[in-house]
């Protein structure tokens, strides 16, 4: 039996927002644009953000 992954539930750059969605139980989705929106009207500032929880996160085979 084969468990595959919903493109939902997949990574889609690096990871990050399916991780802080796993992490405090929130939509993928819902985190996904909160990122696309944070990097829209600020400017690119939440990138930055981005890649520091990129560094900060465990590796991927510890949460998926």
């Not at 929106?37 to 981005?50: D, E, K, M, S």
């Amino acid at each position: 039996m084969s468990m595959e992954m919903s493109t939902k539930d997949s990574p889609k750059i690096l990871g990050v927002c399916l991780w802080l969605a796993k992490r405090f139980d929130l939509d993928v989705v819902g985190v996904r644009l909160a990122f696309l929106l944070g990097i829209i009207f600020t400017v690119g500032t939440a990138l930055p953000i981005y890649l520091i929880i990129y560094l900060i996160m465990p590796n991927k085979k510890h949460w998926l």
